[in-house]
């Protein structure tokens, strides 16, 4: 999925999730972690969704991206 951000995910066929932003893998998410980034990420919107994957890859700052 890729936002305007400049953020995208991938899943991959064993389970980890790969974000990306602009194009450069910045984090991978396994196990349990991946299994609740998908879950979150279906139930959010765009802008919650920019906000889960800001906080997932460490790019936010009081409470916006970067």
Do not use: C, H, Y
């Amino acid at each position: 999925m890729s936002l305007a951000s400049g953020f995208s995910w991938r899943s991959t066929k064993d389970g980890r999730v790969l974000i990306d932003w602009r194009g450069r893998t910045v984090t991978t998410l396994a196990g349990k972690r991946a299994g609740r980034f998908l879950t979150d990420v279906e139930s959010a919107d765009e802008e919650g969704t920019q906000l889960l994957l800001a906080r997932v890859t460490g790019n936010f700052k009081r409470g916006n991206e970067r």
